[in-house]
Nanobody, 121 residues
Framework: QVHLVESGGDLVQPGGSLRLSCVAS????????MNWYRQPPGRLRELVAA???????DYVDSVKGRFTVSRDNAKKTAFLQMNNLKPEDTGVYYC???????????????WGQGTQVTVSS
């Protein structure tokens, strides 16, 4: 089984910064996409930042220039650096990986449990 564990969520004032981490564990042989989603209160989950194994990244328009996704493939870890945070960035942030395991050659999608980010003065 594969487990994803996020960390780094916190209460921060507008204009502040946070760095989220997501570590994967299990019998993993490869990870393709390492993506970050968020779910604001009362709203649907949305894709915030995406990264491929080859280093290609993409962002939702509302976070471009403020958020940066990165990854350490050897450590099976993804990061989301969030700067100049705004109240509308508040929500539960989830990592979402596309993972291959020792059990089969195909890839499966896994979610982390989520970490709360609250931006408020």
């Amino acid at each position: 089984q594969v487990h994803l564990v996020e960390s780094g969520g916190d209460l921060v004032q507008p204009g502040g910064s946070l760095r989220l981490s997501c570590v994967a564990s299990g019998r993993i042989t490869d990870i393709r996409a390492m993506n970050w989603y968020r779910q604001p209160p009362g709203r649907l989950r949305e894709l915030v930042a995406a990264s491929t194994a080859h280093g290609v990244t993409d962002y939702v328009d509302s976070v471009k220039g403020r958020f940066t996704v990165s990854r350490d493939n050897a450590k099976k870890t993804a990061f989301l650096q969030m700067n100049n945070l705004k109240p509308e960035d508040t929500g539960v942030y989830y990592c979402h990986f596309n993972v291959q395991t020792e059990l089969n050659s195909g890839y499966s999608l896994f979610w982390g449990q989520g970490t709360q980010v609250t931006v408020s003065s």
